[in-house]
């Protein structure tokens, strides 16, 4: 499959700095259980870049990604599927995945898990050298839509499911053979104050000690000063948060959530055409910080006003993405603004817009050529976008079945 990929020139108006240009170079269908290359029906939710191990904070080129009942391990430089994990359960269907890096005891190397979640309302562990699930953590009672690894106890997870809690979990280390002894129980369980509310996405700042979770009605967090404390007693619950971010009598749907800096954070809320940026240590230094209805953002990005919901950011060095319901991507370069961590009233345009490509297919293609003509009529819904660490690859999954993977020119 060949592809020409159009940058789209944004109206004039106050922008944000350039971002270098990006090129297509493969379309991968690869979340058919059946592995069909002509089905569109399966949806990509999640992806993310693996975490290296000889430099810490940086990725390498290996995305996971999760769809239906497969979890695939895919190398961006190549564009060919390495690993491929399709679950024996048939009523699982993956929403979502994190990447952790564990100490292994007896040894000064550490070592890559990946969890995944989704309609089977359990959590899964795979090794990524095998691709084997090698755990099970099992509480929840609906499906799984959200999993954040906590940012400086690898081996704390968090998961959020439509069953209306917040769980989390400590998966252990593991050992030389690397199997961890682990008590699945959870240590903590969060309650959402709407039971019939999913938690979309997490965020856990480390400097201001805090869970932040976007939901279908509004965005919540807790504070958690003494982990050691709280966790003390396993299966405590925590029946009342900390802080409301937004909250309405009408459903204000936050589907996008992700940490920019230790304090700073991006939010997306359903229809309102608006990203905004704001700071988690202003907001809740509030005199009405435990009662408040809504942010205040230090910045708002310009996006455009679809009313369709779980389209995910993705995030790395400044660099700011997130889909949209008809293929395109929205790049905000917001490097300068970050270290500035001043507000502005003015709305800010994106960097740039991509551009859903014009495919068309060749004889080395695995597509079919007739599922190409209904492919760039039907709507393209971005569900998630992933950025390397040195925004050398941005992949995005769409609902049509097609991971999308983008080089820096």
Known sequence: MTSHGNKRKIEDKEKLPPLPDYEPTAFLRCHSSENDPNDNLSKVWRSAFEPSLQNPGESTYILASCGSKIVNLIDCQTGKVMKRYNDPDINESFYTLAWSTLPIQGK????NILAVAGEGCRVKLLYPTQLVMYSTLTYHKKYISCLLFHSTKPNYLFSGSRDGWIVLWDIGIPDITLQTKNNNSPLLRFALPDINSDALN????????????????GCIGWKLDDMNKQTKKRNRIISQTDYIFVKSDVK?????LIMLTDDIIATKQVGTGLIQMWSIKENINSKKSKSRQTIKPLLELEYTSTTVDYLNFGYTAGMLCVGDDVGNIYLYNLKNYLKKNKSQESLLAPSQVIDWPELSVDSRSDIDSDAVPELDKQKIVVNCVSVSSNQEYIVYGTDTNLLCIWKRC
């Open 202 to 217: 997490l965020a856990y700042s480390s400097a201001q000690n805090i869970l932040i979770a976007a939901c279908e009605n």
């Open 108 to 111: 000064t190397s550490k070592c």
């Open 252 to 256: 204000q749907t936050i589907d996008g």
